[in-house]
């Protein structure tokens, strides 16, 4: 598996592109210039910035965070965009998270294969098929806390639900399924 490892990262963001109905979601971070962009699915976006919530709860009981040193984090933190062009390296198909307490840092696993989808044991590894790769990314609880907002807010701003089926209304339309295609 090919690692990709930004330790820690500048930025980190989870955001869209594109207008309600036609968006394409990523996470991207940055380091030392470089930027790795991953494509994601809207619900990955979702799940994560829920995760990540109630993963700094947790991790804040047993290592709380010092006021000042959050304080100033929290006023020099800014939520993050996806910079353009967002060029993804990968499709993320599992992503993970974790605390490493040692060194008070968030690791975001974006993995391009579930790990459990390595090669049949025992078989050689194709050389036809490009390695599967795995983006390591270790942030402040800080810059997770603003990619969790803005990737909250990315997601709230799509389109609203439909009152009947809570499906995506279309600007364009909409047949409702909740009546049977004969209301709009």
Known sequence: ??????????????????????????????????????????EQVAVLSDRVGDLLAQVAEEHPEDPVEEAAAMSTATLTEINEPAVPLFRAVVMGIGFDPERRLVLL???????????????????????????????????MRAMAARGTETVA??????????????????VCPASNGHRA
């Open 157 to 174: 701003a799509g389109r609203p639900p439909c009152p009947w089926c809570r499906l995506p209304l279309d600007p364009s339309g909409h």
């Open 1 to 42: 598996m090919e690692i990709i490892e930004f330790d820690p990262v500048d930025t980190i963001a989870a955001g869209a592109l594109g207008e309600p109905g036609q968006r394409t979601f990523f996470i991207q971070a940055t380091k030392n210039g470089a930027t790795l962009t991953v494509l994601v699915e809207k």
């Open 109 to 143: 696993e974006l993995y391009e294969q579930a790990p459990a989808d390595d090669t049949v044991e025992g078989a050689p590894p194709d050389p036809s098929e490009p390695e599967p790769k795995l983006a390591r990314l270790f942030a402040t609880r800080t810059q």
